[in-house]
């Protein structure tokens, strides 16, 4: 039997913060704890300066070319299409093949912490490295320092500021302007809620050479802000010192620090933006945060864009999209168009709703309509208010038209 429900649902100040992933029940109508198909959602997980942080960042043009080439790319690169690949590697390559700091190596801009933004994944990547990189839900830094007795690059995983974070040094030592030679030979966890530190439990000396490697800087701006370098098993790091507003509001979201209060501060920073100007812009548009209440049906949940992906079309068409599991998904198309009484509003009716697998579609009876508010657009980030009042956070992800 057909499923038949109508939604109507006008916008709200509601703004209730969370951070659970969910995961599909045997039901496969119920949605439980712990499900990716739900996105990233926000929750008070520690005291951060997040909120706080206000920073004079300068970056020159093909710097912001690849910096908004990265919003949107989830897990530092692990969860990035091939066109925003593309776009990133386009970017790289200009900056490459542009006059940076030179012999960054011996430049005192090289020193200090870096926020990992950014790396491909080879294969061949050293365990130790594939720890780092592969933490997705946590802070990952470099610290350099190359001008002092004892030479270190150190690889840095924050778990959150009230936890603590893991520790692994390299010793290390120039090679020439542009590479610096390493061997990673100690580790220690260091936790808030002990008063004493925890050795990494890696024997580092048996390992032999997954312990060494290089490190070429292959670009390092003039503002020292931003670095490109290139790793002995042929990985590519983008790291920045100083990070923009974006970057600051999707590393709240996909660490779970403070996300709701990132996203407050981000919204009142922008507040004078003429909301005239604000389009519901074409493309794919996945849901990472949202600030929803938990329902149990899964279904309705799909059906009101709670999770999942959005897909505009420049004809007035829309599509929610989600993969649901075993290659079945929900599809449920519809229009939209601008509300007469409010320019940055949208009147959102779905009414062709199915499940879908492979070339088979099983029909359902349902019909949603939204008052869908957009807060903050740009061709990377949006932000709205839709159903039941609930506050979204949407990256595009079929790359910059």
Not at 307 to 327: A, E, H, S
Request: hydrophobic share 40%; charged share 20%; proline share 5%.
């Amino acid at each position: 039997m057909a499923l038949k429900w109508h939604v109507i649902n006008p916008s709200s100040p509601t703004f209730v913060p969370s951070f659970n992933p969910r995961i599909l029940h045997s039901n496969p109508l119920k949605l439980v704890k712990n499900s990716s198909l739900y996105g990233r959602r926000g929750t008070h997980v520690c005291q951060s300066s997040l909120v706080e942080e206000k920073q004079e960042v300068s970056f020159t043009e093909p710097e912001n070319q690849l910096i908004n080439a990265l919003i949107g790319i989830q897990g530092r690169g692990k969860s990035a299409t091939s066109r925003q690949l593309d776009d990133v590697e386009r970017a790289v390559k200009v900056l490459e093949g542009l006059e940076g700091v030179p012999e960054p190596t011996s430049s005192s801009l090289i020193e200090g912490r870096w926020q990992l933004m950014f790396t491909t994944r080879p294969g061949t990547a050293s365990p130790i490295q594939r720890t780092f990189v592969g933490i997705d839900f946590f802070r990952v830094f470099q610290e350099v320092s190359l001008q002092k007795d004892d030479p270190r690059v150190s690889n840095i995983v924050v778990f959150s500021d009230v936890i603590g974070e893991l520790k692994v040094e390299a010793a290390a030592s120039v090679a020439n302007g542009r590479r610096i030679l390493f061997r990673f030979d100690r580790g220690i966890f260091s936790f808030k809620f002990l008063p004493f530190k925890v050795p990494y439990p890696v024997p580092f000396k048996l390992l032999g050479d997954e312990v060494k490697g290089w490190l070429d800087i292959t670009y390092l701006s003039p503002s020292g802000n931003l670095r490109i370098s290139r790793g002995s098993k042929g990985t590519t790091f983008v790291l920045q010192k100083k990070t923009e507003p974006r970057q600051i509001l999707l590393s709240a979201i996909s660490t779970g620090t403070q996300a709701s209060e990132v996203i407050d501060a981000f919204l009142t920073s922008n507040q004078n933006v003429n909301k005239d100007e604000l389009e519901l812009l074409e493309g794919e548009w996945e849901m990472i945060w949202s600030s929803q209440i938990e329902t149990d049906s899964w279904i309705e949940n799909a059906a009101n864009g709670l999770m999942g992906k959005q897909i505009v079309k420049r004809n007035g068409q829309m599509k929610f999209v989600v993969d649901i599991l075993l290659g079945l998904r929900f599809s449920m198309t519809g229009t939209f168009v601008k509300s007469n009484t409010n320019s940055n509003t949208y009147n959102v009716t779905l009414d062709d709703a199915a499940i879908i697998a492979g070339p088979v579609g099983y029909p359902l009876e349902m019909e949603t309509k939204i008052n869908l508010e957009l807060l903050y657009s740009d061709d990377k980030i949006r932000i709205s208010r839709g159903y039941n009042g609930i506050t979204f956070v949407h990256v595009r992800t079929d790359g910059s038209k």
